[in-house]
């Protein structure tokens, strides 16, 4: 049975770029790999440097990716993924956690191999350790607070340090559970502070 694949294509400026090459190359890479094409999705005119929510195709791709709508995903270079090695760390945390392998031409990278699970695998200890770097971030605004006599506890736990963290990680499209447990605050809090915030 063959492997279902996605192509995923992105220009900054429909002025004189085209995705035409990147799907050229890409269909010629799932046929060589025996792959079956199930969808081809494309952002024009869209700067990898803007989120999710602003791309509408790379939306589809992640959502798409979830409901296993395609086993891999072929892309012609991790910029036309994202600018932001935020953007992109979350996007390959989703990817990976869907099960979904990923397929980046020019720099050889496919996580149906060993060494492209491999590079998944420092990529997303990157991941963690930014992840780690706001926890303490967010630990020491605690204690700050704590030192000038406000009250930390589950009534008032949510100082500036945690309005932002949350802001940040939500921006990089990281899962309010994920935010939640990685802040160690409740999920209903993480809706309140985006409440606030929008």
Known sequence: MHKKAVIYSRVSTTKGQTVDNQLKVLREVAEKKGLEVVREISDEGISGAKGRDARKGFDELI???????????LVWDVSRLGRSLKHLVSFLEDVQ??????????????????????????????????????????????????????????????????????????????????????????????????????
């Open 63 to 73: 959502t798409g990716s979830i409901r296993k709508e395609w086993d891999i995903i």
């Open 97 to 198: 956690s869907a099960k979904c392998d990923l397929y980046i031409h020019q720099s050889g990278i496919d996580t149906s191999t060993a060494s492209g699970k491999m590079m998944f695998g420092m990529l997303s200890v990157f991941s963690e350790f930014e992840r780690s770097m706001i926890r303490e971030r967010v630990i020491a605004g605690q204690q700050r607070a704590k030192a000038q006599g406000k009250h930390i506890g589950r009534k008032t736990n949510v100082n500036d340090g945690i309005i932002t963290a949350v802001y940040q990680l939500r921006k990089n499209n990281v899962p309010i559970k994920r935010i939640a447990k990685d802040l160690q605050i409740g999920v209903g809090t993480v809706y309140k502070i985006l409440d606030k915030v929008a």
